[in-house]
């Protein structure tokens, strides 16, 4: 059975840099079917997609939102199979809800099939 | 890349229908069937019930069926039951490895 689990801090200032890891157990962030992804959901909003890491050819590539894709950075340490999250330069509208998920890649429709619990991330003084 | 539009509610009594719709672009929905469809129940992690259009994941019931037209995706939930009230969210695979959420609609169960 695939696990997803997040973890980090809870509250971050101002101006600093968020950093969430995914742990990942029952399948591997090395298999080039899947893709790995976070997910944030703003309190009262919808779910925004931020940005998923993949293994292909013996190379992991990303892929970001375009709207965050100046502040975020998605990387993987494969020694503990797990996913990680920065987000610079953090402000109170990126207090959300962040969620890691396993996702097919484009052949495959491009849906997320497995989601972690979520972590709540509050960014304030 | 536009956040897909949903309605932010909708309702129904037990034993009806209710359908959701996710509108997107041409540059979204209207161009690629990678439309999924995930609920979400307070404090739990989101759940894949309907993927690629109108396709179910193994477990999720008959009554939930996807649908597309044009730009507009979407969730029919036949004979709700209490359980079904919840959020309703669709993605859109966008092209170039981008996907794109829509903004949800909860649904209450009168």
């Known amino acids: 059975q695939l696990l997803l689990q997040e973890s980090g801090p809870g509250l971050v200032k101002p101006s600093e840099t968020l950093s969430l890891t995914c742990t990942v157990s029952?399948?591997?962030?090395?298999?080039?079917?899947?893709?790995w992804g976070w997910i944030r959901q703003p309190p009262g909003k919808g779910l925004e997609w931020i940005g998923s890491?993949?293994?292909?050819?013996?190379?992991?590539?990303?892929y970001y939102n375009p709207s965050l894709k100046s502040r975020v950075t998605i990387s993987v340490d494969t020694s503990k199979n797990q996913v990680s999250l920065k987000l610079d330069s953090v402000a109170a509208a990126d207090t959300a809800v962040y969620f890691c998920?396993?996702?097919?890649?484009?052949?495959?429709?491009?849906?997320?099939?497995?989601w972690g619990q979520g972590t709540l991330v509050t960014v304030s003084s | 890349q536009s956040a897909l539009t949903q309605p932010p509610s909708a309702s129904g009594s037990p034993g009806q229908s209710v359908t959701f719709s996710c509108t997107g672009t041409?540059?979204?929905?209207?161009?690629?069937?990678?439309v999924s469809w995930y609920q979400r129940h307070p404090g739990k992690a989101p759940k894949l019930i309907i993927y690629?259009?109108?396709k179910r994941p193994s477990g999720v019931p008959g009554r939930f069926s996807g649908s597309k037209s044009g730009s507009t995706a979407s969730l029919t939930v036949s004979g709700l039951q209490a359980e079904d009230e919840a959020d309703y969210s669709c993605s859109s695979y966008a092209g170039n490895n981008l996907v794109v959420f829509g903004g949800g609609t909860k649904l209450t169960v009168l």
């Open positions: 998920a396993r996702h097919a890649g484009v052949v495959a429709g491009f849906n997320f099939d497995n």
């Open positions: 029952g399948g591997s962030i090395g298999s080039s079917t899947y893709y």
């Open positions: 041409s540059s979204d929905v209207g161009t690629y069937n990678y």
């Open positions: 690629e259009v109108s």
């Open positions: 890491i993949h293994f292909t050819g013996g190379t992991y590539y990303t």
